[in-house]
């Protein structure tokens, strides 16, 4: 036959506590327990989230974090040279030039084919030069936002047309200033948002390649 349990003498009342009374005595203690272990799991979930904040930030690169993306755009042009009977553009530019980004661009919806090769200057402004294959006004005209010549320059015996849109508040992507020149056999385009001394500049080292293509002709 089981035993009963004791019944438990409370000492405020001096004599065991009812049935009704222990329960209310077990209800509240644990009510009084919830209340202390609520604080407690607010400070674990804080520490839990604050050790996962830190593991992302160690995780992800930090804004000043220097990225190099410097593309060598001499052998990107040497290879793509081995299966293309035009000559590209190789441009030797002094220190302080580099790119990032240089490919053959083919199979537009445009069927125009072009030697593409993006350029930061000394002073970290972007040219992008693109010598097209094929090209026409509507392709210059697409290139640079269908906005209109305002002149031309004379660089190294090379007449280019230029686009200068630096004032306008219109959207023109990169096409803030640009120049544009044509020989037989291709379309030159210069657009970007550095000065037109560093367009000069650039201009200047493509002439060779550029006269060459005209006494071609």
């Known amino acids: 036959m089981a035993q ?3 019944q438990r003498v409370v000492a405020e009342l001096g004599r065991p506590e009812t049935a009704d009374e222990t ?4 209800a509240e203690n644990s009510r009084l327990h919830r209340i202390r272990q609520t604080p407690n799991n607010l400070v674990l979930s804080l520490l839990a989230t604050l050790a996962a904040v830190i593991v992302l930030v160690l995780l992800v690169p930090r804004g000043d974090t220097t990225i190099d993306k410097t593309v ?23 220190t302080g030039w580099r790119s990032n980004a240089a490919e053959y661009r083919t199979g537009a919806a445009d069927k125009v084919d072009a030697w593409y090769i993006g350029f930061l200057t000394p002073e970290n402004e972007f040219i992008g030069m693109s010598q ?14 269908n906005t209109l010549a305002d002149g031309s320059v004379t660089i190294d015996g090379v007449q280019w047309t230029v686009y200068d849109n630096r004032d306008t508040d219109a959207d023109v992507g990169n096409a803030k200033y640009a120049l544009v020149t044509q020989t037989p056999v291709s379309t030159w385009l210069l ?7 560093e367009f000069r500049q650039l201009a200047s080292s493509l002439t060779p390649t550029i006269t060459a293509e005209t006494e071609k002709r």
């Open 4 to 6: 009963r349990e004791p």
């Open 23 to 26: 329960a209310d005595r077990k």
């Open 72 to 94: 060598d755009y001499h052998s990107v042009a040497a290879d793509a040279q081995q299966s293309l009977p035009t000559t590209l553009a190789d441009p030797k530019l002094p």
């Open 132 to 145: 097209a294959f094929g090209a026409n006004d509507v392709w210059i005209a697409k290139q640079l936002h």
């Open 191 to 197: 657009a970007g948002s550095a000065s037109p001394a």
